[in-house]
């Protein structure tokens, strides 16, 4: 996290709050369509629109990352781990994560840190689709 006063700080929690409060609250939605209707019938349809309004959202931080290593200035940061995990969720997507050129390059790139080796061997996670 930029320490205060640094000029990357506002970024850093522009987009800590975008993964949180957009990219994970509609995943969840993704994954929990029942949740949000009365019809089964509806469920479907549910997951459905919001693979499309998810993968859009990918697509706007494919064009963020460009030219980028990371989301926020030129370090890691907590927002590089979590837009990692809400990306792997969505990795089953008609159009994955890893598909788009630039958000495809940097998950690859973070899928081979140490750190998150280690995390998703504790987790379970298998990483081959990475490399």
Partial sequence: MPELGDPLRPAFFQWLF???GTIQAELMLYFYPDKHTLSTDS???IAKAQEKRITEMFALLD???EGKTFLVGNRLSVCDFF???LAHWASGFEKAP???AHLGRYLRALAGRESVKQVCEIEGTALQMYY
Wanted: glycine share 0%; proline share 0%.
């Fill in 98 to 100: 890893l598909s788009f």
């Fill in 83 to 85: 837009l990692f995990m």
């Fill in 43 to 45: 469920t479907a349809a």
């Fill in 18 to 20: 975008y993964l949180t």
């Fill in 63 to 65: 064009k963020e990352l």
